[in-house]
């Protein structure tokens, strides 16, 4: 549904837009991975968890909070995104029980009665109209519409006489959201004051960000806090991009960069992500993140698309979904875990655990490891990465934002266009992109140009090659006339990265890389509830040697890592449907074992090891379930 661009004046205009839901469809490898998630929890939490299939929300006695609107939004996403007839028929029934369950004050039906006596934290109400004015956009259903602004004129009102604390108010910029929407279908104005009274009861995350608190890792069994939540933290990436729009203060949409770099500085990991367990914990590859803020963090990047058009973002966005978001289910999306590890050998119930605040089963992989909050959420990761690889351009024009094999339909101009991308990216180096209008149509083409691939090359059929400018968008502007093949060539080049303790990762391309462990899988917990195969409790220990150090050339790592391309598999993200791997010499390091149940640190000098010179194979991170991603350095 064409949104009514007529009413923005009240709001900054982003330079690019996402497409409707349901106008991009996955392809290749996406679309097995979306199936995947379609066939594992994603499609079937509501048949056996009463936190969803009972809920409030829809019409059950069990949990009212966030748990089943986190589910629906992702659910609503995967059901457009693959255009899944059963998915969508389900997402269709607890819609239709919400708003016809919402009562005449505006309230959904779990909203307490006596709310207006005591203090209900509204993070839950924000969530829920995320996620129906996405159902919305996908269907055009007009009631859906009507109960969202219902609502929010009963949130209104509610902020005036209390507002937001808890959840809400370090995740207000959520509520914007659905504000922003409703607006832009309706030009009501009252909802750019319900906008205002958002920013204004917010946690300022900018002026947090200007202490030295945000530099300390959260110690050890340490203090729990609001603003350095981990899963708080992903979502506030697009905050300032959010708040820009009614703003205007280019200091709001500048500053998503900035946390990104301190975040970077003090707790990130390799894999484009921070550490998180469940605060923000250093850079210590032993330190977990949690799968919420994964899934947090692919929305709020494509979101900062959209909002800035920096295709620095694009970058982030294509470093963590391909890394982090896969690495943190078992490959058949029937199991999770709560935190993962970028040095993670073993995962079991580990009374000795070092994390943050987390318990003694955060790594497993399980039904609701620690806590279900991932459970809830973990659905809106792969389908609003999916969403948001195509975009609409300045210009009338169309904007390829994010790479995976994908097709979009959208209409340029007054003319239907479809452009298909058909590419094993990020596991190849070549991509194939079509535009075929209906008819003849003049619209320019934004390609985002990812910051590594120096000798990036284009190239339409025919015609001689360009060379295109790594870090920035292309921008191809000519008269389509029928189908027109593009192939683009991005160079992935092996690159080496010293991490904490000055620990050797290997990336090439938007990849990173870790040792191939064997592994034996453990069921646990066989006697709570719900825990039936396949959705059981498992622990993983390896069945090879972790404990390797790496004799890399790190000036001209191409003359130590061979790379050799393989089939991808009908799992994607798996040990063994790994479409490329990476052979590197090391030796073991008899010295290197376990503490606390994890790998022990990496220590910071070159070691001695007089074992057997080894070929270790590596593989992209997103494909392991167990591994070593930053290794010792050996001495030559």
């Not at 693959?82 to 959904?108: C, F, M, T």
Request: glycine share 8%; proline share 8%.
């Amino acid at each position: 549904m064409a949104r009514n661009k007529k009413n923005l004046k009240g709001l900054a205009e982003p330079p690019f837009r996402p497409l409707p839901l349901g106008s991009i469809r996955p392809l290749g490898w996406l679309e097995r991975q979306l199936r995947i998630q379609a066939a594992g929890l994603s499609g079937h939490l509501d048949e056996f968890w009463p936190d969803v299939g009972q809920s409030q929300w829809f019409g059950g006695k069990a949990e009212g909070w966030e748990r089943a609107p986190y589910w629906l939004d992702g659910l609503i996403p995967l059901a457009w995104t693959l255009d899944d007839p059963a998915l969508k028929a389900k997402a269709e029934r607890y819609v239709n029980h919400i708003i016809s369950a919402q009562r005449a004050d505006g309230w959904y039906a779990p909203f307490p009665a006596d709310a207006q006596a005591r203090r209900y934290d509204l993070w839950a109400i924000l969530l829920a109209n995320k996620a129906l004015v996405q159902y919305h956009e996908a269907t055009g259903d007009n009631r859906v519409l009507q109960a969202v602004e219902r609502n929010l004129k009963a949130l209104a009102a509610a902020l005036d006489r209390a507002p937001l604390f808890g959840w809400g108010q370090f995740r207000w910029f959520e509520g914007l959201i659905p504000v922003f929407y409703v607006y832009e279908q309706t030009g009501q104005e009252w909802l750019l004051d319900l906008a205002r009274k958002l920013f204004d009861q917010r946690f300022d995350y900018q002026a947090f960000y200007q202490t030295p608190e945000i530099a300390s890792p959260t110690p050890r069994r340490g203090l729990w806090t609001w603003e350095k939540h981990v899963v708080n933290t992903a979502m506030a990436l697009k905050a300032g991009g959010l708040a820009w729009r009614l703003t205007r203060d280019e200091r709001d949409r500048a500053f998503p960069a900035r946390m990104l770099e301190i975040l970077d500085t003090w707790h990130g990991q390799v894999t484009g992500m921070f550490t998180g367990d469940e605060c923000l914990a250093g850079r210590n590859p032993v330190q977990g993140t949690e799968l919420c803020a994964v899934v947090e963090a692919v929305f709020s990047l494509a979101q900062l698309l959209s909002l800035t058009g920096d295709p620095a973002f694009g970058d982030r966005l294509e470093r963590i979904a391909f890394n982090a978001l896969p690495a943190t289910f078992s490959p058949d999306m029937w199991a999770h875990q709560y935190v993962q590890q970028a040095n993670q050998v073993q995962c079991t119930i580990n009374p000795d655990c070092m994390w943050s605040t987390n318990g003694p089963e955060s790594n497993l992989y399980g039904l609701e490891p620690n806590y279900g909050c991932c459970t809830a959420n973990m659905h809106q990761g792969w389908p609003k990465f999916a969403a948001h690889l195509w975009m609409r351009a300045p210009g009338d024009g169309l904007a390829l934002m994010a790479c995976a094999p994908s097709a979009a339909r959208l209409t340029l101009r007054g003319v239907a266009v479809r452009a298909t991308l058909q590419t094993d990216y990020p596991f190849r180096e070549t991509l194939t992109l079509t535009v075929d209008p209906e008819r003849p149509v003049r619209f320019p083409l934004w390609l985002r140009v990812p910051a590594w691939a120096s000798g990036a090359t284009l190239r339409i059929t025919g015609a001689t090659p360009r060379t295109l400018r790594p870090g920035a968008f292309h921008k191809l502007e000519r008269q389509w006339n029928g189908p027109t093949e593009i192939t683009l060539h991005f160079p992935m080049r092996p690159k080496t990265t010293r991490r904490y303790n000055q620990a050797l990762a290997i990336e090439r391309g938007p990849l990173v890389y870790s040792l191939k462990l064997e592994e034996t899988w453990t069921r646990v917990n066989a006697d709570k509830p719900h825990r039936e195969l396949p959705h059981g409790d498992f622990e993983v220990r390896p069945a090879s040697p972790w404990n390797y150090g790496l004799l890399v050339d790190e000036n001209r790592p191409e003359a130590s890592i061979t790379f050799q391309e393989r089939p991808i598999g009908d799992k994607p993200f798996s040990p063994d449907g790994a479409g490329i791997v990476a052979q590197v010499k090391g030796r073991r390091l008899p010295q290197w074992k376990l503490a606390h149940g994890w790998a022990d640190e990496v220590q910071p000098t070159a070691q001695s090891s007089t074992e057997p010179l080894e070929q270790l194979t590596l593989i992209p991170y997103g494909c392991t379930n167990i591994r070593i991603t930053e290794f010792p350095r050996l001495k030559q």
